[in-house]
Protein backbone atom coordinates (compact mmCIF):
# COMPACT_ATOMS: atom_id res chain seq x y z
CA UNK A 1 0.00 0.00 0.00
CA UNK A 2 2.84 2.59 0.81
CA UNK A 3 4.91 1.66 -2.45
CA UNK A 4 1.65 2.04 -4.47
CA UNK A 5 0.87 5.45 -2.69
CA UNK A 6 4.74 6.46 -3.39
CA UNK A 7 4.74 5.07 -7.01
CA UNK A 8 1.49 7.18 -7.53
CA UNK A 9 3.42 10.20 -6.39
CA UNK A 10 6.34 9.96 -8.29
CA UNK A 11 3.91 9.68 -11.78
CA UNK A 12 2.05 12.31 -10.12
CA UNK A 13 4.98 14.47 -9.98
CA UNK A 14 6.87 13.36 -13.34
CA UNK A 15 3.19 14.26 -15.40
CA UNK A 16 3.35 17.59 -13.65
CA UNK A 17 6.86 18.32 -14.60
CA UNK A 18 6.28 17.28 -18.21
CA UNK A 19 3.18 18.94 -18.32
CA UNK A 20 5.11 22.42 -16.76
CA UNK A 21 7.75 21.50 -19.63
CA UNK A 22 5.42 21.59 -22.20
CA UNK A 23 3.56 24.59 -21.34
CA UNK A 24 6.75 26.78 -20.85
CA UNK A 25 8.11 25.03 -24.71
CA UNK A 26 4.98 25.82 -26.05
CA UNK A 27 4.34 29.77 -24.73
CA UNK A 28 3.97 32.62 -27.38
CA UNK A 29 7.23 34.40 -25.23
CA UNK A 30 10.88 34.78 -26.57
CA UNK A 31 13.65 32.08 -26.13
CA UNK A 32 15.31 34.48 -24.05
CA UNK A 33 11.99 34.68 -22.00
CA UNK A 34 11.50 30.98 -22.30
CA UNK A 35 15.13 30.10 -20.97
CA UNK A 36 14.68 32.91 -18.00
CA UNK A 37 11.70 30.83 -16.88
CA UNK A 38 13.53 27.26 -16.75
CA UNK A 39 16.14 28.81 -15.08
CA UNK A 40 14.45 30.59 -12.59
CA UNK A 41 11.85 27.23 -12.30
CA UNK A 42 15.32 24.99 -11.81
CA UNK A 43 17.04 27.69 -8.95
CA UNK A 44 13.66 27.48 -7.24
CA UNK A 45 13.50 23.60 -7.01
CA UNK A 46 16.85 23.80 -6.22
CA UNK A 47 16.33 26.18 -2.77
CA UNK A 48 13.56 23.85 -1.87
CA UNK A 49 15.84 20.93 -2.21
CA UNK A 50 18.16 22.88 -0.30
CA UNK A 51 16.16 24.04 2.66
CA UNK A 52 14.48 20.20 2.75
CA UNK A 53 18.15 18.69 2.90
CA UNK A 54 18.45 21.47 5.74
CA UNK A 55 15.53 19.99 7.51
CA UNK A 56 16.26 16.47 7.33
CA UNK A 57 19.54 16.83 8.29
CA UNK A 58 18.69 18.61 11.57
CA UNK A 59 16.11 15.68 12.24
CA UNK A 60 18.62 13.02 11.39
CA UNK A 61 21.29 15.08 14.01
CA UNK A 62 18.24 14.42 16.63
CA UNK A 63 17.85 10.79 15.97
CA UNK A 64 20.98 10.17 16.05
CA UNK A 65 21.99 11.40 19.40
CA UNK A 66 18.79 10.04 20.74
CA UNK A 67 20.27 6.66 19.58
CA UNK A 68 23.15 6.91 21.45
CA UNK A 69 21.90 7.98 24.56
CA UNK A 70 19.56 5.00 24.70
CA UNK A 71 21.86 2.73 23.27
CA UNK A 72 23.59 1.49 26.42
CA UNK A 73 20.73 -0.56 27.75
CA UNK A 74 20.64 -2.72 24.51
CA UNK A 75 21.65 -6.44 24.10
CA UNK A 76 24.63 -8.13 21.91
CA UNK A 77 22.30 -8.84 19.34
CA UNK A 78 20.53 -5.45 19.00
CA UNK A 79 23.73 -3.44 19.46
CA UNK A 80 25.34 -5.02 16.41
CA UNK A 81 22.17 -3.82 14.42
CA UNK A 82 22.55 -0.91 16.18
CA UNK A 83 25.97 -0.22 15.05
CA UNK A 84 25.03 -0.59 11.33
CA UNK A 85 22.56 1.61 11.52
CA UNK A 86 23.97 4.12 13.34
CA UNK A 87 26.67 3.85 11.23
CA UNK A 88 24.87 4.35 7.89
CA UNK A 89 23.19 7.59 9.76
CA UNK A 90 26.00 9.42 10.71
CA UNK A 91 27.65 8.82 7.04
CA UNK A 92 23.95 10.51 5.44
CA UNK A 93 24.80 12.93 8.11
CA UNK A 94 28.47 13.54 7.03
CA UNK A 95 27.11 13.39 3.42
CA UNK A 96 24.44 16.08 3.36
CA UNK A 97 26.55 18.29 5.80
CA UNK A 98 29.27 17.85 2.90
CA UNK A 99 26.50 18.63 -0.05
CA UNK A 100 25.42 21.57 2.14
CA UNK A 101 28.76 23.20 2.39
CA UNK A 102 29.47 22.64 -1.59
CA UNK A 103 26.45 24.30 -2.33
CA UNK A 104 27.24 27.33 -0.14
CA UNK A 105 30.70 27.25 -2.26
CA UNK A 106 28.53 26.91 -5.52
CA UNK A 107 30.00 23.55 -6.07
CA UNK A 108 27.19 21.17 -5.57
CA UNK A 109 25.74 19.19 -8.45
CA UNK A 110 22.18 19.21 -8.57
CA UNK A 111 21.96 14.85 -8.98
CA UNK A 112 24.41 15.44 -5.08
CA UNK A 113 21.80 17.71 -4.00
CA UNK A 114 19.01 15.29 -4.62
CA UNK A 115 20.88 11.84 -3.42
CA UNK A 116 22.35 13.26 -0.37
CA UNK A 117 18.08 14.57 0.75
CA UNK A 118 17.44 10.70 -0.50
CA UNK A 119 19.94 8.82 1.76
CA UNK A 120 19.31 11.21 4.79
CA UNK A 121 15.24 10.12 4.38
CA UNK A 122 16.26 6.78 4.16
CA UNK A 123 18.82 6.94 7.07
CA UNK A 124 16.01 8.93 9.07
CA UNK A 125 13.55 6.20 8.03
CA UNK A 126 15.68 3.12 9.11
CA UNK A 127 16.31 4.69 12.52
CA UNK A 128 12.67 5.54 13.67
CA UNK A 129 12.53 1.99 12.51
CA UNK A 130 15.00 0.30 14.51
CA UNK A 131 13.68 3.36 18.05
CA UNK A 132 10.55 1.63 17.19
CA UNK A 133 11.49 -1.76 17.30
CA UNK A 134 13.79 -1.19 20.52
CA UNK A 135 11.86 1.10 23.05
CA UNK A 136 14.84 0.48 25.38
CA UNK A 137 16.87 2.97 23.49
CA UNK A 138 14.33 6.11 24.20
CA UNK A 139 17.10 8.79 25.93
CA UNK A 140 15.79 8.58 29.80
Known sequence: ???????????????????????????????????KDI?????KARQEAEKKLKVLHSELD????????????????????FATVITKAQFAKDKAREVLSS???GDAVDKDLQKAVDEVK???????????????TKAK
Open 1 to 35: MKNRAKRYAIGATVAALAGYVAGILTAPKSGKETR
Open 39 to 43: KDTAV
Open 62 to 81: VLITQAKKGAKTLKKGAAEE
Open 103 to 105: IHE
Open 122 to 136: QASEHLKAFLKKNPE
